[in-house]
């Protein structure tokens, strides 16, 4: 017998299964040992008071065994007609997949190294300042999801499979509890080795995976897209799913030039803030002593209106770390990351403010764009060292004169905000940090808590237009981040899964 039940425990309770199957038990009013297995449906932690309460849903087996856990089985597909995936983050991941699980040979181009090379090349920026243009935190196999926070959280389910995309990371090495908590998490120490075995999969069944191979143009008649052409003069023939991410800003310039439909798009851009993740475990669970034994290292999500412009957190990386994200040279940008243990002394977050494409002066495909990118140029110096405030001093509008201990490896250069950001910007992020302050009951304002910008990479600022079929002609299917239509690591990957099912029914037609 299998039966679905809610339970409410304390911390302590629900760190031990012994406790946890002891609840059942007096739920169903049965004994223990009656009990056979117990799985975790979802998790969430109720912080909305002192006594801090886990929320269980759970599967209780009464007198039989659960199901075993069934891995997605993928065929050979190595002499199979093949279709072209540009890019190897989540949207183009994820898009390999579902062309492998349905009987197509994936061939992917990805302008940047492989995950653990990768690995190096952003030790080397993020150490000596030094950027490979090809093999950073956006470019690479893995795309910036790879050395993100990993978080898992979407409000996608109502557009594709989310379970299959977390059971496919659980099947590559991802730890079983993605699967049921309410915010999941991966780890930015954890996701390269998950990638690997991805690619691993994809190659072992017949499709291939290059890696320095930039694209520049597509090829085709001007009706169909037909293939791509590489910097290095390689050519690929097949229809293509354009999952490139949208730091590749290139690959925008090359389609708009060959005729394709592009248009600038709202997004948002702000700086990230840094505290002690002990001051934010203190605000959220309510307790001067932190989190205790039991709790995990607490994350916010804050939004307000400024003026009728949305101030709000984005990517909040609890006991993370802050790191150098340019792909290119003068251009500064600052990302989060956790690792799986979220284990580190801070807590970061983007702070970011509302831009909408109907403000600008411009209204061609690329106005957004350099607005974005007139904020990276000026916010640059040298090495990557980044224009940084004390948050009381940015309230106040001085300069800082010191700067507290930080998870940013390059240097800090003092700045007023307002020497190096839009005036709008900075004036929206005041308000919204003096309304975040009210909700925490003045405690988020701290004189050592650190402003480090711009955090400007938030969502792309061009899209890439398709119909409602997903074409733009025939042959191409842009997808992911990159094309404007995904925001995260698994809207991205269900984007890009929707786009490779469409292809697969094009094939078929």
């Known amino acids: 017998m299998q039966r679905e039940i809610n339970i409410v425990l304390t911390p302590f309770e629900a760190s031990s299964e012994q406790a946890i199957q002891k609840s059942v038990a007096r739920k169903l009013n049965i004994s223990s040992n009656d009990i056979t297995a117990v799985r975790i449906k979802r998790k969430s932690i109720d912080a909305r008071r002192k006594d801090i309460k886990i929320n269980l849903s759970l599967l209780a087996y009464v007198g039989e065994n659960p199901p075993s856990f069934s891995p997605v089985t993928f065929p050979d597909v190595s002499k199979k007609r093949s279709a072209i995936v540009v890019g190897f983050g989540p949207a183009g991941i994820f898009a390999s997949l579902?062309?492998?699980?349905?009987?197509?040979?994936?061939?992917?181009?990805?302008?940047?190294?492989?995950?653990?090379?990768?690995?190096?090349?952003?030790?080397?920026?993020?150490?000596?300042?030094?950027l490979d243009p090809e093999s950073n935190y956006a470019f690479g196999e893995g795309g910036a999801g790879a050395f993100s926070d990993g978080k898992l959280y979407t409000r996608s389910n109502?557009?594709?499979?989310?379970?299959?995309?977390?059971?496919?990371?659980v099947q590559h090495g991802a730890d079983e509890s993605i699967l049921y908590e309410s915010h999941p998490h991966i780890g930015s120490d954890k996701l390269p080795y998950i990638i690997e075995r991805i690619r691993e999969t994809i190659i072992s069944h017949g499709g291939e995976v290059h890696f320095g191979k930039r694209v520049i143009r597509m090829l085709g008649d001007g009706e169909e897209t037909t293939g791509v052409e590489c910097f290095d003069g390689s050519i690929y023939k097949g229809p293509?799913?354009?999952?490139?991410?949208?730091?590749a800003k290139d690959i925008y310039y090359?389609?708009?030039?060959?005729?394709?439909?592009?248009?600038?798009?709202?997004?948002?851009?702000?700086?990230?803030?840094?505290?002690?993740?002990?001051?934010?475990?203190?605000?959220?669970?309510?307790?001067?002593?932190?989190?205790?034994?039991?709790?995990?290292?607490a994350s916010y999500s804050f939004v307000t209106q400024v003026g009728g412009r949305g101030v709000y957190s984005f990517c909040m990386c609890p006991g993370g770390v802050i790191v150098p994200a340019a792909s290119e040279e003068n251009h500064q940008v600052v990302n989060g990351m956790s690792p799986h243990s979220r284990g580190g002394r801070w807590a970061n977050s983007g702070i970011i403010v509302e831009l909408r494409k109907e403000e600008l002066e411009d209204h061609d495909p690329f106005a957004m764009l350099r607005f974005i990118e007139s904020i990276e140029r000026s916010t640059y110096n040298p090495g990557f060292a980044a224009p940084a405030q004390r948050l009381d001093d940015f309230i106040k509008d001085k300069a800082s004169s010191s700067f507290p201990e930080t998870s940013y490896p390059r240097p800090l250069v003092a700045v007023r905000m307002e020497e190096v950001m839009p005036s709008m910007i900075?004036?929206?992020?005041?308000?919204?940090?003096?309304?975040?302050?009210?909700?925490?009951?003045?405690?988020?304002?701290?004189?050592?808590?650190?402003?480090?910008?711009?955090?400007?990479?938030?969502?792309?600022?061009?899209?890439?237009?398709?119909?409602?079929?997903?074409?733009?002609?025939?042959?191409?299917?842009?997808?992911?981040?990159?094309?404007?239509?995904?925001?995260?690591?698994?809207?991205?990957?269900?984007?890009?899964?929707?786009?490779?099912?469409?292809?697969?029914?094009?094939?078929e037609h």
């Open 426 to 507: 900075v004036s929206s992020l005041r308000e919204g940090f003096i309304a975040f302050d009210r909700m925490t009951r003045g405690r988020f304002i701290q004189h050592d808590a650190l402003l480090i910008a711009p955090e400007t990479r938030t969502s792309s600022p061009v899209r890439i237009l398709r119909d409602s079929s997903m074409r733009q002609g025939l042959g191409l299917y842009p997808a992911g981040e990159g094309a404007g239509y995904a925001g995260g690591i698994v809207s991205a990957a269900i984007d890009g899964t929707e786009v490779a099912l469409r292809l697969g029914g094009d094939y």
């Open 254 to 297: 090359s389609l708009s030039e060959n005729g394709y439909a592009l248009e600038a798009k709202s997004t948002a851009a702000g700086v990230r803030v840094e505290h002690r993740q002990s001051l934010i475990d203190s605000i959220q669970y309510h307790s001067e002593s932190g989190r205790g034994a039991y709790l995990p290292p």
């Open 98 to 130: 579902t062309l492998l699980e349905n009987g197509i040979k994936p061939i992917v181009l990805e302008r940047g190294k492989d995950v653990h090379s990768r690995l190096k090349d952003t030790a080397k920026l993020s150490q000596s300042g030094i």
């Open 240 to 247: 293509v799913i354009l999952a490139t991410g949208h730091s």
């Open 158 to 169: 109502k557009r594709g499979d989310v379970e299959k995309v977390l059971r496919l990371l």
